[in-house]
């Protein structure tokens, strides 16, 4: 049964892992500059895989090969795998901050989408704090004409897919850890060896080294977002991907040379002062009423 300690750790995990998705993100942009899509998802991928294989072995591969609702499971993999791809085709010609703001539309189709399919209620003043946080969004974007190009579109494109990856993750929470992750790094193997005949550059020592820390990093991030889903509802862990936003920001300008400007700042600040506001909220919540929600979600956790 979840409980209010339960939903705080899935908040700290959900930040922890969108800490190693913004780094995964900024070392993608970096090596996408040099190497293909397809190049990137395969080396990633096979770095993952040979990471996380001792696990699966220790939990069993029979259990690994043969998960629970095998449909809904394939549904999650092609998301999941069509999302990487559509943000690293993306971040080629978006500035990082673009990109990632873009990609902060998801969490509140997910909010939405979890009332609307799981039967998760959200209360107005959550609503309220995914709202802050979205306009937040907005002011650090800074929108001009340059959001309708055809790589915001894939962008755009691309944060729905991580939408609809969240959902069908938050229903698979009987599936362990490992095996969600085997199977989506599976996922993205299998996607970059499909894109993998649009081309292949030669990488230096340094540069392979980059590429499969590039997916231990992605694996380790996507082990905390499945572990935070678990722990705590969508609805609640969700929004605290709005802190991507501030990673953008520091990683932009130490890696990239982009130097925030003011509504970018203001952005950023309205986004964790939102943050703030739902772990308040989620503190301050009634036992009994926590106690319904774990309820709720246990009849999710047993569909």
Known sequence: MLSRNASLAGIATMLLGILLFALNDAMGKWLVSTYTVGQVLVMRSIAALLVILPFVVRQGVGRTLRPERPGLQVLRVLFSSLEVALFYAAVVYLPLADAMTIWLAAPVWVVILA????GERVDARRWLAVAAGFAGVVVALNPTGQSLTMPALIAVLGSVLFA????????????PDVTLVFWQTLGALVTGLVLTPLGWVSPSLTDAALLALLGIVAMAGHICVTRSLKLAEASVVVPYQYTLIVWALIFGWCVFGDWPTPAMLWGGALIVVAGLALLVLERRAPTAAGYKRAQEAATVQQG
């Open 115 to 118: 009332a609307l399919l799981l």
């Open 164 to 175: 609809a990856m969240m959902i069908a993750g938050r229903q698979l929470r009987g599936t």
